[in-house]
Structure formats: structure tokens, C-alpha cells
């Protein structure tokens, strides 16, 4: 392959069943249960996201300070009826670089969330004036939701990210 491999990972934490399902003449042994159907929905939003991967509030919360994350949003997911806060699992010592990105676009969240939507667009113009982080799609997914609301302020905010595909 001339290009570089691409993939996308959700993960979520909870209890699930294990074991097999099926008949005697076609027989699947796997996991089953809501926190399984939860991750598989979570891969399913990582292209939107536009990171390759991404964990919910759940899993976040069990790896502690062992690997550095970034908040992506709020999010609802197909089939599944609580929103879940997910975010972009980054790897361990992250470099001062992508801490100082990861606070401005959590913060950059954060106005969005709150309603200040030309600040919101401010703080993330930041984001792409970096020529490292210019392409971020969770940065440009972002700032296309504040300048949406901003030219059409909604009646009633929602800063839930709904995902439409599974």
C-alpha cells in the first residue's frame, strides 16, 4: 500500500454477556448487551469526528491520568437513548504542542456549550491557523456548528451532537 492505513476504534466500559448465539446450524460466539452496542455506534461516529479514536465518558473515567484524552462532545447516538460525552483517546505523554491544542479546543467546546457562539468561532480560528492542526475535522465539525448558530440563532440550543449514522 502507497498510503497510509486507516481505521476507526470506538470503545466503550461496561458489563456485557459473552457467548454464543444462533442454532445448531449457524453458531456466533461474541460479546452482546447495551455497552457493546454502544461501542460498535461510537466507531460508527468516529469518521464524523475525524479522529481514529475515540472513547466514551465510561471508559475515560477508568483510564484515570494513564493516557491523554480530548473531549470531542456531547453526543447522541443511533439506538442508544442517554447522550454520551466522547472523547479522543490520544496516546500517553502527549507533547506540550497537542496539550495547549487540546485545551483550546476544550475550551472552544465549552462556549459553545455556554451559548457564545462568536467566541466559539474566535478560539477555534486559533485551532487552524496551526499548520499542524489546520485539518482537525473535530475543530472544523466545531466551528461549523457555531457559525450555523450564528446565522440562524436556534430557538432552542441544543449543544448535543447528533449522530446519523451507525
Not at 447495551?34 to 479522529?51: D, E, H
Not at 496516546?91 to 457564545?116: I, N, V
Amino acid at each position: 500500500l502507497d498510503e497510509p492505513l486507516s481505521v476507526g476504534i470506538g470503545i466503550n466500559t461496561g458489563i456485557a454477556l459473552v457467548g454464543n448465539t444462533g442454532s445448531s446450524v449457524k453458531m456466533k460466539y461474541g460479546p452482546m448487551g447495551p455497552p457493546v452496542n454502544a461501542a460498535s455506534r461510537i466507531a460508527g461516529a468516529v469518521k464524523q469526528l475525524g479522529v481514529p479514536v475515540v472513547v466514551s465518558d465510561m471508559t475515560r473515567e477508568k483510564l484515570g491520568d494513564q493516557f491523554a484524552t480530548r473531549r470531542l462532545c456531547r453526543g447522541r447516538l443511533i439506538g442508544i437513548n442517554q447522550p454520551l460525552d466522547l472523547f479522543e483517546l490520544y496516546g500517553r505523554d502527549p507533547s506540550e504542542d497537542w496539550c495547549k491544542f487540546r485545551d483550546t479546543y476544550e475550551r472552544a467546546l465549552e462556549l459553545y456549550e455556554s451559548q457564545e457562539w462568536e467566541q466559539t468561532t474566535q478560539t477555534v480560528n486559533q485551532l487552524l491557523t496551526d499548520t499542524e492542526h489546520r485539518f482537525d475535522a473535530a475543530s472544523l465539525n466545531l466551528l461549523a456548528q457555531a457559525v450555523e448558530c450564528l446565522r440562524s440563532p436556534p430557538a432552542e440550543f441544543d449543544p448535543i451532537v447528533h449522530f446519523t449514522e451507525k
